[in-house]
């Protein structure tokens, strides 16, 4: 388990932190908040083809959720036939269940890197992991911009976060088309759910957390709604049959 950990460490979150104490040395002003919105940036600019790959699939499987449900309707009684005219359905529409999996596990550890940096790295001590060649810069000025300390828990970074938190799963809704009849059944009552209950735990938990979390919260969030806007113009580029029509 030791063995785990120290590799955890040196592979994960020694990277991560010298990454953040580098950007701090050439930032004007060594603003430590700048230095997490710059460090957030190259992260999810580097896994941006995993992202994207990740947020396609997971469009496309919830435009073909009407579908499903259908599928599993008529052959409710026969678990082998609904079966095989799913795995027909994912080969025809080229939609892989399982292709999002991949990416997001490849992120997890680097994820709880940033946590762990955004949480533990302003204190002194952690000071001792950084690399010999770098500028020990021997304090850590923990205000963003003059007034929002990193360090202490706030609010209203819990708020902004929760707020773009919303955008963000609104976006992942597929759009409503005219001609479709609104369903009520329980899938698509939890589906639209998730859309209040994911902002309402970001809320809760994030004033909980020292405000450098919450700005990374707000960074990658600001991230996720540009890629979520590219890939939604995309797909209504490519289908534009598939935009809402009125009658």
């Known amino acids: 388990m030791q063995f785990l950990a120290s590799l955890y460490t040196a592979v994960f979150y020694q990277p991560v932190f010298n990454v953040l104490i580098l950007l701090y040395n050439i930032v004007p002003g060594k603003d430590l908040g700048v230095s997490i919105i710059l460090l957030t940036a190259l992260f999810r600019v580097v896994m941006l083809p995993l992202s994207i790959k990740a947020a396609v699939t997971q469009k496309k499987f919830t435009e ?19 079966a095989r005219e799913l795995l027909a359905l994912y080969q025809k529409e080229k939609v892989n269940p ?21 949480g533990k790295g302003l204190q002194a001590e952690q000071i001792s992991n950084l690399y010999w060649f770098l500028q020990n810069p021997v304090h850590l000025n923990p205000m963003f911009l003059g007034f929002l300390d990193l360090q202490a828990r706030s ?12 955008v963000q799963s ?13 369903k009520n059944d329980f899938a698509s009552s939890l589906q639209n759910s998730m859309v209040y209950f994911s902002p309402l ?6 004033p909980q957390l020292p405000a450098a979390v919450g700005l990374y919260w707000i960074t990658t969030s600001v991230f996720s709604i540009w890629q979520q806007w590219y890939i939604n113009k995309k797909s209504e580029a490519r289908n534009p049959k598939s935009e809402t029509k009125t009658p």
């Open 155 to 166: 609010l209203w970074v819990g708020v902004v976060a929760a707020i773009l938190q919303f």
């Open 201 to 206: 735990l970001t809320l809760a938990i994030l």
């Open 64 to 82: 073909l959720q009407p579908r499903v449900k259908e599928i599993q309707e008529k052959f409710k009684t026969n678990k082998d036939q609904q």
């Open 98 to 118: 399982f292709a999002g999996i991949l990416p997001l596990l490849i992120q997890i550890p680097v994820l709880l890197a940033l946590f762990q940096v955004f």
């Open 170 to 182: 609104k976006q992942m809704m597929p759009k409503s088309n005219a001609n479709t009849p609104k």
